[in-house]
């Protein structure tokens, strides 16, 4: 198995046990359509976020470095993982409407940003700050 076949099999487990009727509902009619949507979301960005267009294993591997900080919370870990984000807050969780993204870009629009605005203006410099990182000695 390879190593993004291996982390999208684990990815998927943990995206199943996310989706919730209340939240999700609208834009995906059951858990299995939730889960097929990320499968194929992840596949086409090619495990990179959506904002930074930063591998989520060049992510963990900052993490595993002590480079990048996670955020424990009651669920589990934010950072490790694509995060489900939607790139216009008042329109709810549909496929249309969401990405994949990195915690930390996640985590940085909030609800203030427009996507495409935070994309452009702050998106290309995470991914320089993630490659400073990456090179550093």
């Given at each position: ?15 199943g ?34 904002y ?27 950072g ?23 915690y930390?870009?996640?985590?940085d629009?909030?609800y ?13 410099n ?12």
């Amino acid at each position: 198995m390879t190593e993004k076949e291996d982390f999208l099999k684990n990815e998927k487990v943990r995206i199943g046990k996310l989706y919730s009727t209340k939240k999700h509902g609208k834009g995906f009619s059951n858990k299995d359509e939730f889960v097929k949507w990320f499968e194929n979301t992840i596949k086409a960005q090619d495990f990179k976020c959506y904002y930074c267009d930063t591998s989520i294993f060049d992510i963990c591997s900052l993490i595993n470095q002590d480079e990048l900080k996670t955020r424990k919370i009651g669920y589990g870990t934010r950072g490790p993982n694509l995060e489900v984000d939607r790139k216009i807050n008042s329109n709810g969780y549909t496929k249309e409407n969401c990405v994949l993204s990195c915690y930390y870009c996640n985590n940085d629009k909030s609800y203030i940003l427009d996507s495409e605005v935070y994309k452009k203006y702050f998106g290309k410099n995470r991914k320089k700050y993630f490659e400073y990182l990456k090179n550093k000695k």
